[in-house]
């Protein structure tokens, strides 16, 4: 089964985020845009060039209203370590969720069991805490946040404008569709 249009499962954890450890759960994802962004750990080669890419287009990202949440099955001890050790972590301003259970990361389906690490998962969550996109790609597949904004922009067009679509590449400004019998077999 699809996670695409169903809600977010309820979780708690801890995060390490502006340089305190604070609570999030699922109730934080409701009322605006966000991101969940699964990587495998801290510490290693790919995860700090996508997060080191999405910290460069948060503030992109806040203008939009979106907020970011990454996630790992790391500690937020070990959160604040990579991000006190590492100039690229240290980009990072929005939470650092820890997942040392795996609950999260099993909620999103994107558990590697026999390893405790999480596949590269990103998850753009309605206001109403719903998913609209999942993506998710094996370990050595680095993902592109430029290419997130576009989705998300196009995530935020069709759910302000009642029966339109975006086509492939679309960027805002940009002609959109509205689905109809005309125009089967036209395009």
């Given at each position: 089964m699809s996670l695409i249009n169903t809600e977010v499962k309820p979780f708690t954890a801890t995060a390490y985020h502006n340089g305190e450890f604070v609570q999030v759960s699922d109730a934080d994802l409701k009322g605006k845009w966000s991101v969940v962004f699964f990587y495998p750990a801290d510490f290693t080669f790919v995860c700090p060039t996508e997060l080191g890419d999405l910290a460069?287009?948060?503030?992109?990202?806040?203008?939009?209203?979106?907020?970011?949440?990454?996630?790992?099955?790391?500690?937020?001890?070990?959160?604040?370590?990579?991000?006190?050790?590492?100039?690229?972590?240290?980009?990072?301003?929005?939470?650092?969720?820890?997942?040392?259970?795996?609950?999260?990361?099993?909620?999103?389906e994107v558990m590697i069991e026999e390893e405790g690490l999480a596949l590269r998962g990103t998850f753009v969550i309605n206001p109403e805490g719903q998913i609209k996109v999942a993506e998710i790609h094996d370990l050595g597949i680095g993902r592109s946040a430029k290419e997130l904004v576009r989705k998300i922009q196009a995530a935020q067009y069709v759910a302000e404008h009642d029966g339109e679509v975006c086509p492939a590449s679309w960027q805002p400004g940009e002609e959109t569709l509205s689905p109809s019998l005309d125009l089967v077999g036209k395009i």
């Open positions: 460069d287009f948060y503030p992109k990202l806040q203008e939009m209203g979106v907020e970011v949440y990454s996630v790992s099955t790391d500690t937020h001890f070990t959160h604040k370590a990579w991000h006190d050790a590492s100039e690229t972590i240290k980009k990072i301003q929005f939470p650092m969720v820890a997942d040392p259970t795996g609950a999260i990361s099993r909620n999103f």
